[in-house]
């Protein structure tokens, strides 16, 4: 079974707008990261946030973290179509591998 | 670095032939996996090495997949005989650590008839 699991599955947006991705997971995590996909091309990794992080930025990108809950969003503010991408959260529970979630479609339309 | 390599991009080949991916990971690298992704299940891991040893193949979904890294710059995953369900992009990754920052190949997308 996934690790983790993003909501929603699916986004659509306009362009400038923001996007803001959720991610649960089931076990106690060491850290958590956000990676992209583009269609037909491997993930790209995209931020990571540590267990004792509540918030972390980079760009556009704003990442928190609330273990209490087993959460996480990512927010893209004032997209371009170029975010135009699936987006997965990825935890890592000290297995030594990480543990990707279904992952949510982001459409930005111009 | 040229980023993690995988050969080849794209395999379409009969159920009961013999398939082979391979995978070399970036330089320095002391973790090297291999992921599947399809529609139904996502990506799943299915094997990672260690400083070139096998640590997890629980992942692994049958005898018919086998995975071997001879050394710190190869890695191969084999299936044999194939099977129609086999299908899917097969994605290599490699990271300095376990738990850090994952560096993905363009995965091989396998097409089994």
């Known amino acids: 079974s996934q690790q983790g699991e993003e909501d929603p599955q699916a986004l659509s947006i306009q362009e400038g707008e923001n996007a803001t991705m959720n991610c649960s997971y089931k076990t106690s995590i060491n850290n958590l990261q956000w990676y992209r996909q583009n269609s037909g091309r491997g993930l790209v990794h995209l931020i990571l946030i540590r267990s004792n992080e509540r918030e972390k930025h980079s760009g556009r990108l704003r990442v928190t973290l609330d273990t209490s809950k087993k959460s996480s969003s990512l927010l893209i503010t004032a997209s371009r179509a170029a975010d135009t991408a699936s987006y997965f959260c990825?935890?890592?529970?000290?297995?030594?591998?990480?543990?990707f979630g279904s992952g949510t479609r982001l459409q930005v339309q111009p | 670095d040229a980023g993690v390599i995988q050969s080849p991009r794209h395999e379409v080949t009969e159920m009961g032939q013999e398939v082979t991916l391979r995978c070399k990971p970036i330089s320095g690298h002391d973790y090297l996996f291999w992921y599947r992704q399809t529609m139904m299940r996502g990506l799943e891991l299915l094997i990672y090495f260690n400083n070139n040893v096998p640590i997890d193949d629980s992942g692994m979904p049958e005898d018919r997949f086998s995975a071997k890294m001879p050394n710190a710059s190869f890695s191969t995953l084999k299936i044999q005989p194939s099977e129609p369900r086999d299908s899917a992009v097969y994605f290599c990754a490699s990271s300095l650590e376990g738990w850090t920052e994952a560096f993905f190949g363009q995965g091989t997308r396998l097409t089994v008839v």
């Open positions: 990825a935890t890592d529970t000290g297995r030594r591998a990480l543990t």
